[in-house]
Structures are given as structure tokens and as C-alpha cells.
């Protein structure tokens, strides 16, 4: 099961978090990954790390925020591989405030990570797919893409439009053979939440009212969420098209 040998993948904001763990994931199921992602020494370090247990792996820098980047990263694979069988979408950044505490700068940084990357670079790969009538397309959205969280304004709404992006795609490209889906995960121990725990004045008071808000009790693992974009990108996934996969350990429910 979950066999991807042969397969090319590309994951943006792969050098860390939910991004490093699918590109391990990928390439554990024979995958050649490109790691894409801003941040070179990172990327560089997760993409020698997954070749020094035999996968195959490559960096590429990319700002999913410039077009240009997006136009030459899918010239780069499509010279050296003919196609991209499956692209994560997964480069996102975040935002804490409600609209009082937000400005339009704000909204807009968010945007061009958030929503226009994610479409600049499907686009500069889906007519290759479209030709080839096959690909699997995997987007990052968030629970905050579902159902409102409080004093996240400008995060929620690119998420909802990630969701919305996810739908359009697969019912205009089911019938050229592409899958598109998200998924929405809950709260997740990455560096950048990590991070930003440690801002608060007792992390440890914070870390667990934020696990606590998940029915489960704790917060998921990058591995968790990693493994629900292997089951997307395979066979075994085959006649899922357009959906949302709550990945939330129980944030949602009831709400």
C-alpha cells in the first residue's frame, strides 16, 4: 500500500514542520521529492538527510509569492523529469488578530503566501497534468479553514479561500483525470508554533490550554498530518477528489 515508486513529487515549505515530514514520507514510498521551499539551508539539509537513507531527493529554493519562481521551478522539473505527478501545496504563514488588529498590508502578506502562491504555482503546473491526464494535487489548508478561531481573522480567511481554491480545481479537472484535496489540520507541534509558544510568559500554561482545546487532549504530530497527504497522493486514494480532510484530533467537533 502506498506505493509512490516512479512518482515525482514537489513539496513547498518542505525545509520544516508538516512540509519536512510529507517530503520524508514521500520519498520513504519511492518518490523523487523536490524540496521547495525559501529557506536554502533548511531545504538543502532535508533533502540530503532523505538521500542519506538511500531516497530520492532534490532542493529547490522557491518563493511561492513571486510568479517568476513558480514559472521556474515548473520549467526546471518538467526539463529534467517530463512532469510533476504530485504537488503539495503546503507553504503557508500565519497572522494573530481580529480586524481591528489587522491592517490590509497585513491581509495582503498573508494572501500572497496563502492563496495567490498556492494558485501561481498550480498553475504553472496543471497543463502539463491536464496534457498528460493525471495528478494529484494536496493543499494546505487549516481547521481554521472550516470553522472560525478566534483572533485570526486574516489567517481564517485565506484558509477558507484554500478550501474553496481545493473545490474549484477538482470539479473543473475530474474529468482530465487530476485530484485535488486539502487537508485542515487542528493544532500541530512545528517549530513555528513551538516558537510561538515561547513567546507567552508561562509556555508550559499555554502549551496545555492549546492541547486542551483539542478533544483528544494534545496537540498533532507532524508525522500525523504527513500521513494523510501519502494516503491522498496514492492509489489507495484514488476516487477521492474535492474534499477537506479534518485532521483536528476533535477541534472541530461540535462546533
Do not use: W
Not at 21 to 30: I, P, T, Y
Not at 110 to 120: D, E, I, P, T
Not at 167 to 186: E, S, T, V, Y
Amino acid at each position: 500500500m502506498f506505493d509512490l515508486t516512479g512518482k515525482i513529487a514537489l513539496v513547498t515549505g518542505a525545509a520544516s514542520g508538516i512540509g519536512e515530514a510529507a517530503a520524508n514520507v514521500l520519498a520513504r514510498a519511492g518518490a523523487f521529492v523536490y524540496v521547495a521551499d525559501i529557506n536554502e539551508s533548511d531545504g538543502v539539509r532535508v533533502a540530503e538527510e532523505i538521500k542519506s537513507r538511500g531516497a530520492q531527493a532534490e532542493f529547490l529554493r522557491l518563493d511561492v509569492a513571486e510568479n517568476a519562481d513558480c514559472l521556474r521551478a515548473a520549467d526546471a522539473v518538467h526539463k529534467t523529469h517530463g512532469r510533476l505527478d504530485i504537488l503539495v501545496n503546503n507553504a503557508g504563514i500565519g497572522h494573530v488578530g481580529t480586524i481591528e488588529q489587522t491592517e490590509a498590508e497585513d491581509l495582503d502578506r498573508l494572501y500572497a503566501v496563502n492563496v495567490r502562491g498556492m494558485f501561481s504555482l498550480t498553475k504553472a503546473f496543471i497543463p502539463r497534468m491536464i496534457e498528460r491526464r493525471s495528478g494529484v494535487i494536496i493543499n494546505t489548508a487549516s481547521i481554521g479553514g472550516v470553522v472560525a478561531i478566534k483572533d485570526r481573522l486574516a489567517y481564517c480567511t485565506t484558509k477558507f479561500a484554500v478550501v474553496g481554491f481545493t473545490k474549484c480545481l477538482a470539479l473543473d479537472h475530474a474529468a482530465h483525470g487530476i485530484r485535488a484535496n486539502c487537508i485542515c489540520p487542528g493544532r500541530v507541534e512545528t517549530p513555528f508554533v513551538k516558537a510561538r509558544i515561547g513567546e507567552y510568559p508561562d509556555p508550559e500554561k499555554a502549551y496545555r490550554e492549546m492541547a486542551a482545546t483539542q478533544a483528544l487532549g494534545r496537540m498533532g504530530t507532524v508525522e500525523e498530518i504527513a500521513a494523510s497527504i501519502l494516503y491522498l497522493a496514492s492509489d489507495e486514494a484514488v476516487f477521492i477528489t474535492g474534499s477537506a480532510l479534518i485532521i483536528d484530533g476533535g477541534f472541530s467537533v461540535g462546533k
